[in-house]
């Protein structure tokens, strides 16, 4: 399989909790971006990577989330001390330099803090 | 900063042809974007426009007007299986191409 993919797809986690994401995108795609989806919204931007270096964040991404690309491959998104209002789906999506192909987005793994 | 308005639900039959409207407001155009999300799923691409005028891929075309600011999503010969939430979505200027997205269209296709 060639696409993107995101694990774990499914995660259910107390409030309070830590959690981690995994992104792996399209093998010769350099830019990667994580976004959040809520019932009913289109994604919201939060950060994105051009291969290593993370060349924006959204003021959504508050600092109990961090993003990382430490080769410029895989990425992963972690949340600490998570809050009932980060239950989501997170997304992640790459894509090449330009991007007027549009992005290629992973399947989601959706966060769920009770 | 960018704006974006589409319709939040649409209702069309098997066979017919159905247009999903979007309208933005950008500081900066940079092209724009067309994706399909099925429930439950990621959203795929379906169209990038850039220029004034309609491109056509198969059932789907879209439209775009940069003096309007205004784009169309047009289906034809609807199947049950179009069924899906339309997200219209505007990249930033200056080089980073984050996309702005619509709240979506949820289309209801009946038979």
């Known amino acids: 399989d060639t696409g993107v993919s995101q694990n774990p797809r499914h995660k259910i986690t107390k409030r309070g909790q830590n959690v981690t994401f995994r992104c792996d995108p399209i093998s010769e795609h350099n830019r990667l971006y994580w976004y959040r989806q809520t019932l009913g919204q289109g994604p919201e931007f939060l950060t994105y990577?051009?291969?290593?270096?993370?060349?924006?964040k959204s003021r959504l991404l508050s600092d109990r989330f961090s993003a990382e690309r430490p080769k410029g491959s895989f990425s992963t998104l972690e949340i600490q001390r998570t809050e009932q209002g980060d239950s989501a789906m997170y997304l992640c999506?790459?894509?090449?330099?330009?991007?007027?192909?549009?992005?290629?987005f992973g399947p989601g793994t959706r966060l769920t803090v009770t | 900063g960018q704006n974006i308005d589409q319709p939040t639900e649409m209702t069309a039959t098997e066979g017919a042809i159905v247009q999903i409207n979007c309208t933005y407001q950008?500081?900066?155009?940079?092209?724009l974007f067309w994706y399909q999300q099925h429930a439950g799923e990621a959203p795929t691409f379906l169209s990038y426009n850039v220029l004034d005028g309609l491109e056509e891929k198969g059932r789907f075309s879209s439209f775009l007007s940069r003096s309007k600011g205004y784009s169309y999503l047009l289906l034809k010969e609807l199947q049950m299986k179009d069924s899906a939430s339309y997200l219209c979505a505007v990249p930033a200027s200056g080089g980073s191409y984050i996309p702005t997205f619509g709240r979506g269209t949820s289309l209801i296709v009946h038979p």
């Open positions: 999506a790459s894509s090449l330099t330009g991007g007027f192909e549009g992005q290629y």
């Open positions: 950008t500081s900066g155009f940079n092209g």
């Open positions: 990577f051009q291969n290593e270096a993370q060349l924006e």
